[in-house]
């Protein structure tokens, strides 16, 4: 990819996912915030707390190796920036 992801974005992120008796992937999307880029993949929280504080245990983490992802785009609030 040729832009780089920052911790904090909310994005979608279309990547290539294994499928078990399938000749080929299935394409899933991932809605969520940003919270590790590493050189091989990205990690992104599906579910967050707003307050950065707060124990939350319902957050889920997906780690996506960047060499599945086919298309991501940022999400950023209409009519503002994130």
């Given amino acids: ?3 780089a992801f ?3 974005w909310v994005v979608a992120i279309t990547f290539d ?5 399938s000749d080929e992937p299935v394409s899933c999307i991932l809605y969520g915030r940003v919270t ?3 050189r091989r993949y990205v990690v992104v929280e599906s579910w ?3 307050d950065p504080d707060a124990a939350d245990d319902d957050i889920k ?3 996506i190796l960047k060499s599945t992802i ?3 785009d ?4 209409q009519g503002g920036t994130q």
């Fill in 6 to 8: 920052r911790r904090g």
């Fill in 48 to 50: 967050a707390n707003p």
């Fill in 70 to 72: 086919t298309h991501w």
């Fill in 36 to 38: 590790k880029v590493h």
């Fill in 17 to 21: 996912d294994h499928a078990e008796d």
């Fill in 1 to 3: 990819m040729s832009r």
């Fill in 74 to 77: 940022r999400l950023v609030p």
């Fill in 61 to 63: 983490q997906f780690t």
